[in-house]
């Protein structure tokens, strides 16, 4: 070995003697006692069963689904705010009130109203249809005063305008 060498060596060894001081030392035995102390926990827990089954998810890819599973639901459980969990509720309460009126109320009488409502309105649409097969087959009216007094003087027209003034004021009073 040449001097050169040697005296690289000395001065190798003098830093480390420099580097090691009592806290350098302190603070690796307390890692390594650390390190020691968690592959004892890993050990005892029972960890090493679980690898296989870690290994497996990692390889099938899913445990980068499980993540990211993990991420939505944080992400939704954040969007949870106080007030939409507010109107969440509320939303279920109004929704469970519908449903307990429609079961007092009897399947049978649910039932026969939605009867008489498409009854009310096929006649509704029959006489909507009728009407404009009747109005497409008379001529065109002849128009004037004397056309609207005819009109006018018919007892069937009265009694159809009575109609539809009562049930425009029925309405009025009901939409209001």
Do not use: C, H, Y
Not at 34 to 60: K, T, Y
Request: no cysteine; aromatic share 2%; charged share 25%.
């Amino acid at each position: 070995m040449d001097p050169s060498e040697a005296l690289e060596i000395e001065n190798v060894i003098g830093a480390a003697r420099d580097a090691l001081t009592d806290e350098m030392v302190g603070r690796v035995t307390a890692t390594a006692a650390e390190g020691m102390d968690l592959l004892d926990q890993v050990n005892r827990s029972g960890v090493g069963r679980a690898l296989p089954a870690l290994a497996q998810l990692v390889e099938n890819g899913d445990l980068d689904r499980l993540v990211a599973l993990a991420r939505t639901f944080g992400a939704a459980q954040d969007a949870l705010t106080d007030e939409m969990v507010g109107r969440l509720v509320e939303t279920m309460s109004e929704s469970m009130s519908i449903v307990d009126r429609l079961n007092r109320a009897g399947p049978e009488r649910l039932v026969a109203g939605l009867e008489r409502l498409a009854g009310l309105l096929e006649g509704t649409i029959g006489a909507l249809d009728a009407a404009k097969r009747e109005v497409a087959a008379q001529p065109a009216a002849a128009g004037g005063l004397g056309g609207l007094w005819q009109l006018l003087r018919d007892p069937e027209s009265q009694q159809s305008l009575r109609f539809l003034l009562a049930f425009a004021k029925e309405f009025r009073k009901r939409s209001v």
